[in-house]
């Protein structure tokens, strides 16, 4: 068991069993070299540290005395990518602002990732008070509940900010009421590109929230904006939603390359009114709809109207999609069609749909590393069969 560390008893005169065992000296800079080395290659740019893996390794807590030490490795390291996660960053510490230190210590950072660590209100002011001489490009502040006053702030960190190009709010508690006022700021803002706002408030049976409105006010910004890449995960989307973001992303005037939809509910009639909006607009090129229960209807308009667009990136795992709808999407692949990377696990498969596959790898029409899926001779049936190909990473089942 883990003591707790208040700061006041050194470790020294610790009296649990880990401790005793395994004595270690206080974190050092020599420590988070060390640390460091473990996971990255030189010149060693890329620095992250999650609470919960950093307690298991050195078998103690993580406690506000560390937090000096942390900051003074990063301000004589400088690395271009920090990643804190899952610890609460204090805003006081013996009469010391860390929140003014560690904003310091970060502005040097091109890509910064505060998951989960209780952003405030002060730590977002000195951002704000440090735009002129920052270098942030990515900044993700995902599991940390956002306030219309957070908003506010991070609203006028994205009008002054001239290079920050990829923001991501996962989960942080965004609603339709409080979202104009992040939107005012995308619009306004002369950089970003990028947006993440999936699961904008905590789904719960006692909590409404107006998906309609909400997508109304993100069809806007992407009229409006030169958005390249949005996310909207576990966004509470259906397809009668859809029908005010299908209408911009038919327009021209539509930037979008990247569309992230997974684990909605855009079932075939959204499935419909998105594929007809990409045969008009073809910019956007990689697409995700896993999970969003597109069922054999959905998934026919996919093979009718995807060689229509220019989509070279397409994921529709996990949709309840038959077998001979997803043998139609394969040999749809031999026509003249963009798709280079499909995903279709989690899906129906038969013999005829494994016969498809294997001639379409064996032709080079679709490389093997590109699809998350493969055949195999099934000795026990004396046929072909479809399994998951574990090369193209983690298969979610």
Same mark, same amino acid.
């Given at each position: ?18 401790? $005793? ?79 003014? @230190? *560690? ?11 505060? $998951? ?15 735009? #002129? ?59 970003? @590109? ?37 996310? *909207? ?41 998105? +594929? ?27 093979? $009718? ?6 989509l070279d990136s397409l994921d529709i795992t996990h949709n309840k999609i038959g077998t001979e709808i997803i043998c139609d999407l394969l040999c749809e692949m031999k026509k003249p069609c963009e798709l280079k990377f499909l995903k279709i696990y989690g899906n129906k498969f038969n013999r005829r749909a494994a016969v498809v596959l294997k001639r379409l790898i064996t032709a080079g029409v679709l490389n093997q590393n590109n699809i ?15 399994? #998951?190909? +574990? ?7």
């Amino acid at each position: 068991m883990l003591c707790d560390q208040s700061g006041k008893l050194s470790y020294a005169k610790c009296e649990c069993d880990v401790h $005793r065992r395994h004595p270690h000296k206080p974190l050092s800079i020599l420590i988070l070299d060390c640390w460091q080395h473990e996971y990255d290659k030189r010149p060693f740019t890329n620095f992250q540290i999650d609470k919960k893996f950093f307690e298991k390794r050195m078998h103690r807590k993580f406690n506000n005395s560390d937090w000096i030490v942390l900051i003074d490795f990063i301000e004589k390291r400088r690395p271009k990518t920090i990643q804190i996660c899952n610890i609460e960053i204090p805003e006081y510490d013996e009469n010391v602002n860390l929140n003014k @230190q *560690l904003v310091r210590s970060l502005e040097q950072a091109e890509t910064i990732n505060l $998951r989960n660590v209780s952003v405030s209100l002060n730590m977002l002011i000195e951002f704000l008070k440090n735009i #002129p001489s920052s270098k942030i490009t990515n900044l993700d502040l995902s599991y940390n509940a956002m306030t219309s006053e957070h908003l506010w702030i991070l609203r006028c960190i994205l009008i002054k900010s001239n290079i920050l190009q990829s923001l991501i709010l996962e989960n942080c508690s965004i609603n339709e009421n409080t979202f104009p006022i992040l939107a005012d700021g995308i619009h306004k803002s002369r950089s970003v @590109q990028s947006i993440d706002i999936s699961r904008p408030c905590p789904m719960s049976p006692v909590s409404y929230f107006d998906s309609t409105k909400y997508l109304s006010l993100i069809a806007q910004l992407i009229w409006q904006n030169k958005l390249t890449r949005l996310s *909207l995960r576990q966004s509470n989307i259906n397809g009668y939603d859809f029908v005010a973001l299908s209408e911009y992303l038919a327009s021209t005037n539509s930037k979008l390359i990247h569309l992230d939809l997974q684990a909605n509910n855009l079932t075939s009639h959204g499935t419909d009114l998105l +594929f007809k909006a990409l045969a008009i607009n073809k910019s956007v090129r990689e697409l995700n709809l896993s999970a969003n229960n597109l069922g054999s209807r959905g998934g026919l308009i996919i093979s $009718r109207l995807i060689w229509y667009t220019n989509l070279d990136s397409l994921d529709i795992t996990h949709n309840k999609i038959g077998t001979e709808i997803i043998c139609d999407l394969l040999c749809e692949m031999k026509k003249p069609c963009e798709l280079k990377f499909l995903k279709i696990y989690g899906n129906k498969f038969n013999r005829r749909a494994a016969v498809v596959l294997k001639r379409l790898i064996t032709a080079g029409v679709l490389n093997q590393n590109n699809i998350d899926v493969t055949y195999t001779f099934d000795h026990s049936k004396d046929e072909l069969c479809v399994i #998951p190909n +574990f090369k193209n990473g983690r298969i979610h089942t």
